[in-house]
C-alpha cells in the first residue's frame, strides 16, 4: 500500500505539532494554505471556521496551524493531497519535514492468516512490512512473547506442531518508537481427514483400518420451505457412530447416518460434513454444500386489481379474487367506523441500526442513545426489535434482507436509521461505516429500494424514520432507479430534518439523544395514527427556538387508513408463518447460558452474560465462593478472538461504566457481589463461535506472589453472530427478489443453537423476547411461550427539551459534505 493515500490522521501527534509550528507564520502559513485546499470543494472552509483557527493564538500552547491539520483529519484528507497543497505554495521545509515522516511511516505488506493443521505438522506464520531500513519483528502468542526460535523473524516456523502451540498469534513490527501490529492469526490443531489419534496420516482420505466410509453426503441445492436429506454411510467393527456438521460447528440433535431438516431457510446455506467413528477409528466425509434457492411454492393470495376505472379520494382499490366472495365495496369500505374496520397487525417488527464509529468521517455521538431508546420504546408495543450499532456496507445490507425476510402480509414494518446520509434525486442513502472519503450510491443503502422490497411483502404498514442529513452528495451523479412503488396506501417516511438540510445532535458529556429522538420518545407510544403522531412531533420541534430554522422534521405519507404503533397483533389464518418468523427473530437474540466455573483451588466464579444491543453483550464475572486460605482472587477474560471488537483499556473492569457500557448499568449492579465487566462489540463479525480464556489471579495469605489458573470457554454464537451479516447474500436471497421467498420460515441455527417451545398467548401475539437465554430444543417448534425480557426495558430520562437544554454551538451535523 502507498503511504502517501493513507489520511493525515495516521501521523503522530509530535509531527502534526511540528506541521502546525511550521504553518504558523503570515508568508507561507495555515491561511495560504487554506486557501489552496479551498480548491477541492470538500476542504472549504467558512470563515467563522478560519476565525475558529486564527482565535488558537489566544491560547497559551494554541497553534492556528495545527487547529487547521485538525480540521483536515476530521475530513479524512490524503497525506498526498497535503503535500501537494504545500509544494502549491512553495513551503519547502514543510514539504520536506512531511516526506521524510511519511518515509518513516511502517505499513504491513503481507498479514498473518489463520491456519488449521495436525499434530507433527508445519505451519509457517508471515509477516512483512515496508518502511524506513532497519525494521524489526516481535512474535506473540496471545499476550506472551515468543522469545525463541523464529519469534524475531517475519516468519514464525512452529515445527513439529503440538497441542502447546494452538492460540491466537499477533506480530509487532518496530521502527525506533514507531510500532504496527498486524492482524491476529489463529492456529487450531485439526484431525487429519481419515486418521484418528495414533493412526499414521498417510492412510487415504475416508478409510481406516476397521472403519470405511461407503456412501459420501451429495451436495444439492433446495429451495426455501423443503426439506433437506443428506445421506451417509460406513462399515465398521464395532458398529460406526454418526456427528454432522454445518460449517464446522457440530449440530448436536442430528447423530443417524441421515441428515433430515424440514422447511429449510437461508440459515442452512453452507457446507456439510460427518464425522464417522467408533471406539477405535474415526473418519470424516467429503463436504457436501448445500445451496438454498428460491421458494417452489406460489403464495395463492394474489389477486388481480382493476386498475382501469377512476379512483376517488377516500376510496379503496376492489380486489376481484377467484373466489369472488367476501369483498366489501369501495365505498362501504370508506364509511365504515375505525372500530368496525378493526385494524390491526398480524406481526410488528422494526430494524434499528445506528452508525457512529465511521472509518473516514467524523464519528457520532447520539445513534448509541437513539437506538436503545427507540428499542425499548418500541418492545412495550409488542415489537419484535434487532438493534445494531456500527455496520459496513455487507453487514447492513444483510441485515436488511434479514428484516424483509420477518415481514408477511399484514406485519407492521419499521426501519430506524441514524448515522450519516444524503439525499440525491428524491432518493435517501444510508451510510455504512466503511464508505470511503467520496462516498456515492454503490457505497450506500438505498432506503427506496429497502421499501420495494416492503412492498412485495403485502405488510400492513410501512414506517421508515430516517435520522441523517439529507444534503446533496456533490461525488455522486447516478441517477438510482427503485423498483416500481404500489399505490398500497400504507407508507410512511419521518424525516429528521427537511430536504437538503444537516440533521443534529448534541454533543455531552454523558449519554443523550439527538434532536429527533429527543422529541419522538415522547410521543412514539400514543394511540395516534402514525402521522397524527408525528404530525405534534414537528409541532414540539418548532416550538424550540434552538431548533426553529435549522431543523424541522418532515413528514411524507399515503396512509389511508387510521394505523398507530400502538395497533394490537391479532393472529389469524398465518399462524405457522408467524410462529416461523418468531423463530428466525429469536436466532439474533439467544444470550450463552450463565455458568458456574470450578478451579482447582477451591473458587467457583459466576460467568454471566447480558445483551445491549443485538451485537452488543456484556460478560461480567463474579467470585461466588473462595477458600478461606486464599486472600484475593479475581476472574479476568482475555484470548477473545480477532472478529470480534473489544476495546482493551476498558476490559475486565470494575463497573459497567468504565468497560463503556451505558445501559445495563441498574440492572447489572444491583448484586452486592464485586463483578468485573467486559464489553463485546461488533458480534455480527463473529465467524465461528465465540471462545476466550477465563484467568483466575489469586493469592494465598501471607504469600505475596499472585498465582493464576485459566479455563478456556466456548459459548457459541451469541446474539446475532449467529446470522452471519458478513456473509454475503446470494441473489435469490437478496432483497432484490425476496418476493418469491417463502415466508413460512423455520430459522433456527441448528448447527450452533437449541430452540424452546412456546406456546401461543391469548391474546395471540408475542411479546417483544428480551430473555437471557432460549430454552432447549423440543418436539414442537411452533408453538411459542412468552419469553422473558432479553434487555432492560428501562429507558433514559426524558430530559425537557427547550432552549436551556440545547445550546447551538454543542450541535455538530451529521453530515457535511
Request: aromatic share 8%.
Amino acid at each position: 500500500m502507498d503511504s502517501w493515500k493513507l489520511v493525515i490522521g495516521v501521523l503522530r501527534e509530535d509531527v502534526l505539532n511540528n506541521l502546525g509550528k511550521m504553518l504558523d507564520n503570515s508568508s507561507r502559513g495555515w491561511r495560504q494554505l487554506a486557501s489552496v485546499l479551498s480548491q477541492e470543494p470538500m476542504f472549504r472552509y467558512s470563515e467563522n471556521e478560519l476565525t475558529s483557527c486564527s482565535l488558537q493564538v489566544l491560547n497559551a500552547a494554541g497553534s492556528p496551524g495545527r487547529s487547521l491539520l485538525a480540521r483536515l483529519a476530521e475530513r479524512s484528507c490524503s497525506l498526498e493531497f497535503l503535500l501537494c497543497c504545500l509544494r502549491k505554495m512553495d513551503h519547502q521545509e514543510a514539504v520536506q519535514y512531511l516526506t521524510y515522516k511519511v518515509k518513516e511511516l511502517i505499513q504491513i505488506t503481507v498479514q498473518p492468516q489463520s491456519q488449521q493443521a495436525s499434530v507433527g505438522s508445519r505451519v509457517t506464520l508471515t509477516c512483512r512490512a515496508s518502511g524506513p531500513p532497519g525494521l524489526s519483528y516481535q512474535w506473540f502468542r496471545g499476550k506472551e512473547e515468543i522469545l525463541d526460535g523464529s519469534g524475531s523473524t517475519p516468519e514464525l516456523v512452529l515445527c513439529p506442531l503440538n497441542p502447546g502451540h494452538q492460540g491466537h498469534y499477533i506480530c509487532r513490527v518496530n521502527h525506533g518508537e514507531n510500532c504496527m501490529f498486524s492482524q491476529w492469526a489463529h492456529v487450531r490443531l485439526v484431525q487429519s481427514a481419515g486418521a484418528s489419534p495414533g493412526c499414521s496420516s498417510s492412510l487415504f482420505p475416508g478409510s481406516v483400518s476397521g472403519l470405511c466410509i461407503t456412501r459420501q453426503p451429495q451436495s444439492q441445492a433446495v429451495s426455501e420451505g423443503d426439506t433437506l436429506i443428506l445421506d451417509c454411510s460406513a462399515t465398521a467393527n464395532p458398529p460406526a457412530q454418526y456427528e454432522w456438521y454445518h460449517n464446522t460447528v457440530l449440530m448436536p440433535q442430528h447423530k443417524t447416518r441421515c441428515l433430515k431438516i424440514p422447511c429449510v431457510t437461508t440459515a442452512h446455506r453452507g457446507e456439510y460434513k460427518c464425522k464417522v467413528f467408533n471406539l477405535y477409528h474415526d473418519a470424516w466425509t467429503n463436504a457436501a454444500v448445500v445451496t438454498i434457492g428460491p421458494s417452489s411454492i406460489t403464495d395463492d393470495s394474489l389477486v388481480e386489481v382493476d386498475t382501469r376505472g377512476p379512483v376517488f379520494p377516500g376510496s379503496q382499490e376492489v380486489n376481484r379474487s377467484t373466489s369472488g366472495a367476501g369483498i366489501y365495496p369501495a365505498e362501504q369500505m370508506a364509511t365504515m367506523p375505525p372500530s368496525a374496520k378493526n385494524l390491526h397487525a398480524t406481526d410488528k417488527v422494526a430494524l434499528l441500526i445506528g452508525n457512529m464509529n465511521y472509518m473516514y468521517h467524523t464519528p457520532l455521538c447520539a445513534p448509541i442513545a437513539d437506538v436503545h431508546e427507540l428499542a425499548n420504546l418500541l418492545r412495550q408495543m409488542d415489537f419484535k426489535v434487532v438493534s445494531l450499532l456500527d455496520l459496513n456496507w455487507q453487514e447492513m445490507n444483510s441485515a436488511v434482507t434479514e428484516f424483509l425476510l420477518l415481514l408477511d402480509k399484514g406485519v407492521y414494518g419499521l426501519l430506524y436509521f441514524a448515522g450519516h446520509g444524503y439525499e440525491n434525486y428524491g432518493n435517501s442513502f444510508m451510510v455504512p461505516i466503511d464508505a470511503p472519503a467520496s462516498y456515492t450510491s454503490d457505497h450506500c443503502v438505498c432506503v427506496q429500494n429497502i421499501l420495494t422490497q416492503m412492498q412485495k411483502k403485502q405488510t400492513g404498514l410501512n414506517v421508515f424514520l430516517l435520522d441523517m442529513c439529507r444534503k446533496r452528495n456533490p461525488y455522486d451523479d447516478v441517477i438510482v432507479q427503485p423498483g416500481l412503488l404500489k399505490v398500497t396506501a400504507n407508507i410512511v417516511f419521518g424525516y429528521a430534518t427537511c430536504a437538503d438540510a444537516e440533521a443534529y445532535e448534541v454533543k455531552k458529556e454523558d449519554v443523550s439523544n439527538g434532536i429527533f429522538i429527543s422529541f419522538l420518545k415522547k410521543r412514539v407510544c400514543e394511540d395516534e395514527k402514525v402521522t397524527v403522531m408525528l404530525d405534534k412531533v414537528a409541532e414540539d420541534m418548532g416550538r424550540c427556538r434552538i431548533t426553529h430554522g435549522r431543523q424541522a422534521l418532515e413528514l411524507r405519507s399515503n396512509l389511508s387508513e387510521r394505523r398507530s404503533l400502538t395497533d394490537q397483533i391479532h393472529i389469524t389464518d398465518c399462524s405457522a408463518s408467524y410462529s416461523a418468523r418468531n423463530l428466525q427473530w429469536a436466532v439474533s437474540h439467544v444470550l450463552p447460558k450463565s455458568q458456574r466455573l470450578q478451579f482447582d483451588c477451591g473458587v467457583i466464579v459466576q460467568l454471566g452474560f447480558a445483551a445491549e444491543f443485538s451485537n452488543v453483550m456484556v460478560i461480567y464475572t463474579r467470585i461466588l465462593e473462595k477458600p478461606p486460605e486464599i486472600d484475593s482472587c479475581s476472574a479476568q477474560l482475555t484470548d477473545f478472538p480477532p472478529d470480534v471488537d473489544i476495546d482493551l483499556k476498558k476490559s475486565n473492569q470494575e463497573t459497567l461504566l468504565e468497560a463503556g457500557g451505558l445501559f445495563l448499568i441498574k440492572e447489572l449492579s444491583s448484586s452486592e457481589v464485586h463483578s468485573l465487566y467486559t464489553r463485546i462489540r461488533s458480534l455480527q463479525r463473529l465467524r465461528r463461535e465465540l471462545t476466550f480464556t477465563v484467568c483466575l489471579h489469586y493469592t494465598y495469605s501471607n504469600i505475596d506472589e499472585e498465582v493464576q489458573e485459566r479455563q478456556s470457554i466456548t459459548v457459541g454464537k451469541p446474539l446475532v453472530s449467529k446470522l452471519n451479516l458478513h456473509e454475503p447474500r446470494s441473489s435469490h436471497s437478496s432483497s432484490a427478489s425476496l418476493a418469491s421467498s417463502l415466508n413460512t420460515l423455520n430459522s433456527g441455527d441448528s448447527a450452533s443453537n437449541t430452540w424452546s417451545s412456546y406456546p401461543q398467548t391469548d391474546r395471540g401475539s408475542l411479546t417483544s423476547s428480551r430473555s437471557a437465554n432460549v430454552p432447549e430444543e423440543t418436539e414442537s417448534p411452533l408453538s411459542y411461550d412468552v419469553p422473558q425480557p432479553l434487555v432492560t426495558s428501562k429507558s433514559l430520562p426524558h430530559s425537557q427539551v427547550d432552549d436551556t437544554n440545547f445550546k447551538f454551538s454543542d450541535m455538530y451535523n451529521f453530515h457535511s459534505l
